[in-house]
């Protein structure tokens, strides 16, 4: 009898280790950027948002037609080439002339159940859905080339994975956590104070 308990345990534990050697367990064999966009972050913020996955990339680009201080894309794309386009986290910065109302824009860009949330600092709107978070802050650039440029949006967009959310209401206190950190570090960064 104690012969086959410790059998039974002992194929067990080799089940379990061969399960993990598989590469079939989910989990984030990547590690977790201390900078994101070029912003410091937090790992305990950024990490919920990003998909479990085995490889990160970053890619920091202005958008077509734009310079880099006036329109930034940064993607966050975890196992790139893996399953069709992978799954991400996007990150755009655009800088705007006139107030936007972000809570409005959420609702008309269809993030999901958006709700409008009070973040401090120079941000005049702000709103989290179940697929992202859109902040408008006032934002006079650094440098002279956006210039006529008054105000900045930062669009936080969720990939592949997090169509639907199991749980929305963590999905929107992750991203707050998230704009919490990377709002303040944004406007210091592209802000005159």
Known sequence: MKTR???TAAVSALAALLVGCSGKAEGWNYAIPKKICGVNMQESVVKPLLPPGDTLDEQI???IGEDQDVSERCLLKVDKGKSGDGKYLWINLDRETQKVDAVAEAHRLRYGNSESVHLAGSVT???VGDTGALVAMRCKPKTAKS???AYL???VRMGD???KPKD???RHDHLQAFLRDYIPAT???RCKQ
């Open 5 to 7: 308990h410790c059998t």
């Open 61 to 63: 680009r202005a958008a």
């Open 125 to 127: 709107s702000a709103a």
């Open 147 to 149: 210039a006529p440029y």
């Open 153 to 155: 949006m930062a669009e």
């Open 161 to 163: 994975y997090a169509d």
């Open 168 to 170: 929305p209401e963590a």
């Open 187 to 189: 406007e210091a960064a």
